[in-house]
């Protein structure tokens, strides 16, 4: 068993952990207390080829591994937990409900410029009475003729406000709760279509969410992602690609939380030496320390087996559960470890804190992870 990264794999972590300290890092207190989307961040993101890493080049992508593409999150999320999210929603879902199930027509006319980072894409799954229940959505798509008519809303929609391309998600045949939700391709600007106001969050202020609504809303039948009822599979599948780009997103944030309490704990001095002298600091950082590593080489462990062609929703839900818990305590471990200042705005642990929390929730909350795990166990 090789635990080493590939020259490839170190090359890209480094190339993106520079990348992030030069174009990311001094803009990520400005843009939390903002909530401004960091587009030019974005933008050269893409002009680098890091928003479709896992895709092949002939769509525009770099043709990178999985694991790849997890380690260029964790970097990026390492300095703005908001932008590296932006980056996992376009890649891992909205990019890969068209790479897994598209058409050779929609990859080319839609994931090839997605890939390139020259249209952003959303996900559009949750509504206000759907959450971790799915099948409590009530979007529904009408076939006439050559267009289906899609009438609903959604919320929380990633991406939303700043997207050009919405991956949604609406039922077909209401009457069948396993095979009647459908996914479908809407252009930004098509009739029918509306985006609501940002929603302002407690953290990851600069990702873009709202919500979105559908009145009337034609859509070319040819938009259809695979086949009428495909929906469910083509949401979940991705999901669960998802959910390792938000453990590593997870395990970044720790990551931050742990540079910025071992700086400041050999800088504090109280009682006439560094805090990091005291045993209670100590056990802190190796505690730290312990669990990154252990949330790393879980996320590590669920890409590979996505890049072997291998089943993995539930090591994807296990690196999930494990790195946003284990982000959240190691984040309030980091403001502990600061006292006072901690708690204060201008403090990038006080951000890390915030950031950290929504890793529980959002692509499967904690307890829908536990879900899937005994799921998987009890079969």
């Known amino acids: ?68 593409y997890a380690i260029a999150v964790e970097e990026l999320s390492r300095s703005c937990a908001a ?16 790479a897994l199930f598209g058409n050779e027509e929609q990859k080319k006319k839609y994931l090839t410029p997605m890939a390139k980072g020259e249209h952003i ?37 990633s991406n939303g406000p700043v997207a050009d391309t919405f991956i949604t998600f609406a039922w077909t045949n209401p009457e069948d709760k396993r095979k009647g939700m459908s996914a479908f391709i809407i252009e930004k600007g098509t009739p029918g279509l509306s985006i ?28 259809l992602i695979g086949n009428p009822g495909d929906g469910l599979k083509i949401a979940m599948s991705c999901l669960d690609h998802g959910r390792i780009g938000i453990a590593a997103q997870a395990v970044g944030i720790a990551q931050a939380a742990l540079d910025e309490s071992l ?14 002298k005291n045993q209670a600091i100590q056990w802190m950082l190796a505690d730290m320390e312990t669990d990154i590593n252990a949330g790393r080489f ?28 284990m982000c959240f305590k190691h984040a309030a471990k980091a403001v502990q470890i600061f006292g006072g200042y901690g708690y204060c705005k201008g403090q990038k642990v006080e951000r890390l804190l915030r950031d950290a929390k929504i890793t529980e929730i959002y692509e499967g909350t904690s307890e829908a992870q536990r879900m899937n795990i005994a799921s998987n166990l009890l079969r």
């Not at 939390?32 to 928003?51: H, N, Q, T, V």
């Not at 609501?196 to 938009?223: H, L, Y």
């Not at 700086?263 to 030496?273: D, H, P, T, V």
């Open 1 to 68: 068993m090789d635990f080493k990264l590939s020259d490839e794999q170190k090359m890209i972590k480094a190339n993106m952990r520079e990348f992030a300290q030069k174009y990311v890092e001094p803009i990520a207190e400005e843009i939390d207390e903002s909530g401004r989307y960091p587009e030019e961040a974005i933008k050269l993101l893409g002009e680098k080829g890091y928003m479709g890493m896992p895709f092949p080049e002939e769509y525009g992508g770099a043709g990178t591994d999985y694991l790849t």
């Open 83 to 98: 932008t590296g999210f932006t980056m996992s929603v376009h890649t891992g879902l909205a990019c890969g409900p068209i």
């Open 121 to 157: 894409g959303a996900f559009a799954l949750t509504e206000p009475g759907a959450g971790t229940d799915v099948g409590a959505a009530t979007t529904r798509a009408v076939l006439e003729g050559d267009e289906y008519v899609i009438n609903g809303s959604k919320t929380f929609t």
């Open 196 to 223: 609501g106001e940002p929603i302002m969050k407690m953290g990851i202020r600069a990702s873009q969410t709202s919500s979105v609504f559908f009145n009337n809303c034609r859509v070319p039948k040819e938009n």
């Open 263 to 276: 700086a400041y704990s050999k800088e504090r001095i109280q009682f006439g030496r560094p805090i990091s």
């Open 298 to 325: 879980l996320y590590y462990y669920a890409a590979y087996l996505k890049d072997q062609g291998q089943p993995f929703s539930k090591a994807a839900s296990m690196a999930k559960l494990f790195c946003s818990e």
